[in-house]
């Protein structure tokens, strides 16, 4: 039966190396349904749910597991976030020739569709301040709205909070084998680089004009890394990429310029006084990829010594 389908394949993940390595890929359960069924695992989005609910996790022990801790152990400065060019990075190239195997615009993705779900107060909305009065009833109006696009099932950008293509719900396009395997490879190389544990938490499409509203990802709380790129070298006009952050202490909105290139850290927190409100605007003309990662603070290791 599916369900039993689906916790099969959870002890197999347990048992293989190599299959655990590629679940580290893995950031939708579009992906999840596809990997399992290239090793004769057949199961669909309601049968993981009912497996979830069943399914009692061994003692101890975790799939996946991402060390988060409070501290980084160095003595290094404690900053809100890093930025890097790739070119800062050292001994980066490889990794760099990897993460261009990345940059796809699926050919599943229906871009007359995702237009009709732009807002441009929904946009406008990066400019109030998570202290603004009104902040709170509009940052939950816009959680809990899914627009009407006239499709089912409904795309991920029906979503208001999300203007945005998540490059791994679209797994059935001719592209996606290779940037899957181009993901596997990407993560074998970070983990050597860095010398600690690496798996995606986001593999992002933002073409011109696309956003991401204010969020916190506050359940899931750690360092991440994100690897920025554009498709045109000159992004300098009147028109905008933007990271802005509200800084958790002084409540500073701290917007951060975007340029191609670019390796962001920051660290995600779960107690309320320190959540990380953060939000990005592609306002150029620009296709603009943003790949996520959850990292140990190990990173610091690597990048701030030199």
């Known amino acids: 039966m599916p369900k039993e389908s689906v916790i099969e394949f959870y002890e197999a993940l347990r048992q293989s190396e190599a299959l655990k390595q590629q679940s580290k890929a893995i950031t939708t359960i579009e992906e999840m349904i596809k990997m399992a069924s290239k090793y004769g695992y057949c199961f669909n989005s309601k049968d993981i749910s009912e497996a979830n609910g069943s399914e009692t996790p061994k003692k101890g022990e975790e799939l996946i597991a991402i060390e988060s801790s409070e501290t980084n152990g160095n003595n290094f400065p404690q900053q809100y976030h890093y930025e890097y060019e790739f070119s800062q990075m050292p001994e980066f190239g490889e990794i760099a020739q990897q993460f261009e195997k990345l940059k796809i615009k699926p050919s599943t993705v229906d871009m007359a569709v995702y237009e009709k779900s732009f807002r441009e107060e929904d946009l ?3 400019d109030v301040s998570p202290t603004a009065p009104d902040f709170q009833q509009r940052y939950l109006e816009s959680l809990r709205s899914y627009m009407d696009l006239g499709v089912t099932p409904q795309p991920e950008y029906a979503w208001r909070q999300f203007h945005l293509i998540n490059l791994d719900r679209h797994v059935e396009h001719p592209l996606y084998e290779e940037y899957f395997q181009a993901k596997v490879r990407l993560l074998e190389l970070f ?17 011109p004009n696309a956003y991401r509203m204010w969020h916190t990802n506050e359940t899931q709380p750690g360092w991440r890394m994100y690897l920025v790129d554009f498709d045109k070298n000159d992004i300098n006009g009147d028109e905008k990429s933007f990271f802005r952050y509200m800084d958790p202490e002084t409540k500073e909105l701290v917007t951060l310029g975007e340029k191609p290139k670019l390796v962001r850290f920051f ?5 309320k006084s320190k959540l990380f409100w953060h939000c990005i605007v592609n306002r150029t003309s620009a296709n603009r990829w943003s790949f996520g990662f959850q990292i140990s603070s190990q990173w610091m290791k690597k990048v701030l010594k030199n």
């Open 124 to 126: 406008q909305f990066a």
């Open 267 to 271: 660290k995600v927190e779960s107690e």
């Open 191 to 207: 983990e050597s680089y860095f010398g600690t544990e690496v798996r995606f938490s986001g593999s992002l499409w933002y073409p």
